[in-house]
């Protein structure tokens, strides 16, 4: 296995020495304060199991009816947790805060796109979210009904979410960036019965349209399922409209400003939310509601220290899973003030998060390596928008998430944005996972840069082989978890038997989750660090795409044979996304592969979605094959990088092959 046999040379290479112990003005203060209760919650989590998450689940949660039970193993994988209690998702996050003091704290600050903001309460969050769910209800949406939403970062699109928990359906977000293909795929494989979208989203001063990405999608064929779709007015801008589009503010104008909760089963589906794999199609990971709110309410607590003055800021996308569990719920079911962001790093300049953070007195500020690496490339073209030129003072604790952060990153990121003073979370979770499932803690866990360091109280992380055996701290290995916890993926939408081979293989005894990571301990901290991906799924820009999605769509044009995507490393987007492309025509060169390569790179944009677009695409008469025929995307990831192939190709069915496809266009 190649990724791991990098992981180690990595790790022999270059060990990182550096240790940032939490100052001790923020362990004084925190929720979880030094390693000793750090190891007593671990400690407390592995005596009781059970005991230990039903406390949790009590404590934090309201229940209609209790629970008898935590965690049932009796029908694995495929676990459930307080099963046969009952609650609401919606209820959890709002309706409690009318009575505990929160009423008139502000939920979201929401800053636009033009740099205006806004301001709404939890009580006026709740009448919002209870007039819309009044207004699905109206149009027939029900318990168990599938969702779509396809909105902009708005208050509305927090809402659309928190509507459909309030009334037990289960909504599957699509991300604005994802193309009429993508939706009408997601559409057609979650049975939906609605639409929520808005006329346009905002983004960097431009107008772009979503209704119509939805009425193409229409056109597409298969959408008939699909009742009413609910338009949020953003921007004003002209849309088509028929007979089953219905205006937001038109479906909620008269509904009574309360709406008594759907009481479902703490496992009933909150949400799909569709992720790339390792096969072309997206994988509909269904969630459930009890577990999955427990965790991300916990950990909010426990890796994000939050109190009840913090201003929280999570610069996710709700499309994204992040954008799910730490903007749509946990922070809302933690009583959070939080910052809903409907713009772009880079607009207008690269100083946006800065200006942003001092101008709400942000005190917690979550976000992803590759914006902070695309920020730190602008601060040094343009120290106006450095962040030394921003009063950040607010600000008592960083995080990171969706992909590795390089050490060097990580110190620009504590040191000119936390000002040597904030611990940095590098949290790693996945879709999956539901929550964050390693991180420092950080009035506890000493940080080392570039290490998600340990896991969190209850979640059983473990290295092994190919075979399930445990691997010494300092071999690296699979990334699995050996127990249950309760935000884990429930099954995949549709494909119960996809969920089993994927994450609980027969080879490693079918009752492990397998993340899909490789990763490795260091020998005297037992730290964990990822060392990335061991299916063919990539990471750009912290965005997870499938190379056999990308192949797909490639060869889906008519012009296209043949198509081999790799990904290789990239400064600041992590890893960017490689296509070997063979055509039914003669292999084009010069002028010519450059305009079908732009034609090429416009249709992936077309078929899945502008982040999936190539950055490189190079033109061959073939691929590297072995004589049985199978692609070596090996060689062609040596290529890709733009190193020379040293190893022996000569079981190659065409090793001349790898001189065409050196050459970038
Ligand atoms: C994949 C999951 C986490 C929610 C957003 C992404 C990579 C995520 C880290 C981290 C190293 C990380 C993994 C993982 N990843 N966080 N802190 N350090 N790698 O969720 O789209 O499901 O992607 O992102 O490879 O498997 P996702």
Same mark, same amino acid.
């Given at each position: 296995?190649?990724?791991?046999?990098?992981?180690?040379?990595?790790?022999?290479?270059?060990?990182?020495?550096?240790?940032?112990?939490p100052?001790?003005?923020?362990q004084a203060q925190a929720n979880v304060s030094g390693m000793d209760d750090y190891r007593a919650l671990c400690a407390a989590a592995q005596t009781d199991e059970q005991d230990f998450w039903c406390k949790l689940a009590r404590e934090q949660l309201q229940w209609h009816k209790p629970f008898t039970q935590g965690l049932d193993e009796s029908n694995a994988p495929f676990y459930t947790w307080f099963a046969d209690g009952e609650m609401n998702v919606?209820y959890n996050c709002?309706?409690v805060?009318?009575?505990n003091?929160?009423?008139?704290?502000?939920?979201?600050?929401?800053?636009?796109?033009?740099?205006?903001?806004?301001?709404?309460?939890?009580?006026?969050?709740?009448?919002?979210?209870?007039?819309?769910?009044?207004?699905?209800?109206?149009?027939?949406?029900?318990?168990?009904?599938?969702?779509?939403?396809?909105?902009?970062?708005?208050?509305?699109?927090?809402?659309?979410?928190?509507?459909?928990?309030?009334?037990?359906?289960?909504?599957?977000?699509?991300?604005?960036?994802?193309?009429?293909?993508?939706?009408?795929?997601?559409?057609?494989?979650?049975?939906?019965?609605?639409?929520?979208?808005?006329?346009?989203?905002?983004?960097?001063?431009?107008?772009?349209?979503?209704?119509?990405?939805?009425?193409?999608?229409?056109?597409?064929?298969?959408?008939?399922?699909?009742?009413?779709?609910?338009?949020?007015?953003?921007?004003?801008?002209?849309?088509?409209?028929?007979?089953?589009?219905?205006?937001?503010?038109?479906?909620?104008?008269?509904?009574?400003?309360?709406?008594?909760?759907?009481w479902v089963s703490a496992e009933h589906p909150l949400?799909?939310?569709?992720?790339?794999?390792?096969?072309?199609?997206?994988?509909?990971v269904q969630h459930s509601s009890g577990g999955y709110l427990l965790w991300t309410k916990l950990t909010m607590q426990w890796v994000f220290d939050l109190k009840?003055?913090?201003?929280?800021?999570?610069?996710?996308?709700?499309?994204?899973v992040?954008?799910h569990s730490y903007?749509?719920y946990g922070p809302l079911a933690a009583g959070a003030?939080?910052?809903?962001?409907?713009?772009?790093?880079?607009?207008?300049?690269?100083?946006?998060?800065?200006?942003?953070?001092?101008?709400?007195?942000?005190?917690?500020?979550?976000?992803?390596?590759?914006?902070?690496?695309?920020?730190?490339?602008?601060?040094?073209?343009?120290?106006?928008?450095?962040?030394?030129?921003?009063?950040?003072?607010?600000?008592?604790?960083?995080?990171?998430?969706?992909?590795?952060?390089?050490?060097?990153?990580?110190?620009?990121?504590?040191?000119?944005?936390?000002?040597?003073?904030?611990?940095?979370v590098d949290t790693f979770w996945q879709t999956e996972t539901g929550g964050i499932m390693m991180s420092p803690l950080p009035g506890a866990t000493p940080?080392?840069?570039?290490s998600c360091t340990l896991p969190l109280p209850g979640i059983a992380s473990a290295i092994v082989?190919?075979?399930g055996h445990d691997l010494p701290n300092?071999?690296?290995g699979l990334l699995v978890v050996k127990r249950p916890w309760p935000s884990m993926i429930r099954t995949?939408?549709?494909?119960?038997?996809?969920f089993k081979?994927?994450y609980f293989p027969e080879?490693l005894g079918g009752n492990i989750y397998l993340a899909?990571d490789?990763a490795?301990r260091n020998?005297?901290t037992g730290y964990f660090?990822i060392?990335? !991906? $061991?299916?063919?799924?990539?990471? *750009?820009?912290?965005?997870?795409?499938? @190379?056999? #999605?990308?192949?797909?769509? /490639?060869?889906?044009?008519?012009?296209?044979?043949?198509?081999?995507?790799?990904?290789?490393?990239?400064?600041?987007?992590?890893?960017?996304?490689?296509?070997?492309?063979?055509?039914?025509?003669?292999?084009?060169?010069?002028?010519?592969?450059?305009?079908?390569?732009?034609?090429?790179?416009?249709?992936?944009?077309?078929?899945?979605?502008?982040?999936?677009?190539?950055?490189?695409?190079?033109?061959?008469?073939?691929?590297?094959?072995?004589?049985?025929?199978?692609?070596?995307?090996?060689?062609? !990831? $040596?290529?890709?990088?733009?190193? *020379?192939?040293?190893?022996?190709?000569? @079981?190659? #069915?065409?090793?001349?092959? /790898?001189?065409?496809?050196?050459?970038?266009?």
């Open positions: 296995m190649s990724e791991i046999e990098s992981a180690n040379e990595t790790q022999t290479g270059k060990q990182e020495s550096r240790i940032f112990p100052p001790a003005t923020f919606s709002l309706d805060h009318l009575t003091g929160n009423a008139d704290k502000t939920a979201i600050i929401f800053e636009a796109d033009d740099g205006t903001s806004s301001k709404i309460s939890y009580r006026e969050l709740h009448q919002k979210v209870s007039k819309f769910a009044n207004g699905l209800r109206s149009l027939g949406v029900k318990k168990g009904d599938r969702v779509i939403i396809y909105m902009p970062m708005s208050v509305e699109g927090v809402a659309a979410m928190q509507a459909c928990a309030r009334i037990g359906a289960t909504h599957s977000v699509v991300f604005g960036g994802f193309s009429a293909k993508s939706l009408q795929e997601r559409i057609i494989d979650a049975g939906a019965v609605a639409v929520i979208t808005s006329d346009y989203q905002v983004r960097g001063g431009k107008q772009l349209p979503l209704k119509a990405i939805v009425d193409e999608a229409f056109t597409l064929g298969g959408c008939e399922g699909i009742a009413n779709v609910v338009v949020y007015q953003r921007t004003g801008g002209q849309v088509h409209w028929s007979t089953r589009d219905i205006w937001l503010h038109e479906l909620t104008k008269d509904q009574p400003a309360d709406c008594e909760p759907e949400f799909i939310l569709y992720t790339s794999g390792s096969t072309g199609k997206p994988k509909g009840p003055t913090d201003v929280f800021w999570c610069t996710a996308d709700i499309g994204w992040t954008g903007i749509a003030t939080q910052i809903v962001f409907e713009g772009i790093p880079t607009f207008p300049n690269a100083g946006r998060f800065w200006s942003t953070i001092e101008k709400h007195k942000t005190t917690i500020f979550y976000t992803a390596p590759t914006a902070i690496r695309s920020l730190i490339k602008a601060a040094d073209g343009d120290a106006t928008i450095h962040p030394n030129k921003f009063n950040l003072t607010s600000l008592r604790l960083l995080g990171s998430v969706g992909e590795p952060i390089n050490p060097e990153a990580w110190m620009w990121y504590y040191k000119n944005v936390g000002r040597d003073l904030c611990p940095i940080l080392v840069p570039g082989d190919e075979a300092g071999q690296g995949i939408w549709n494909d119960p038997e996809r081979k994927s080879e899909g490789g490795i020998k005297e660090t060392t990335g !991906r $061991i299916d063919d799924v990539l990471n *750009v820009s912290g965005h997870r795409m499938g @190379t056999m #999605e990308i192949e797909s769509a /490639l060869v889906a044009n008519p012009m296209v044979a043949e198509a081999a995507v790799v990904g290789r490393p990239d400064d600041t987007t992590g890893e960017a996304i490689c296509a070997f492309v063979v055509l039914k025509r003669s292999r084009p060169t010069g002028d010519e592969a450059r305009q079908i390569a732009i034609e090429l790179r416009n249709w992936v944009a077309k078929e899945i979605g502008p982040i999936a677009k190539p950055k490189e695409i190079r033109f061959g008469d073939n691929l590297p094959k072995t004589r049985s025929g199978k692609i070596m995307r090996r060689l062609l !990831r $040596i290529l890709a990088k733009g190193e *020379v192939i040293t190893q022996d190709v000569s @079981t190659l #069915e065409n090793p001349a092959i /790898l001189e065409q496809l050196k050459e970038a266009l």
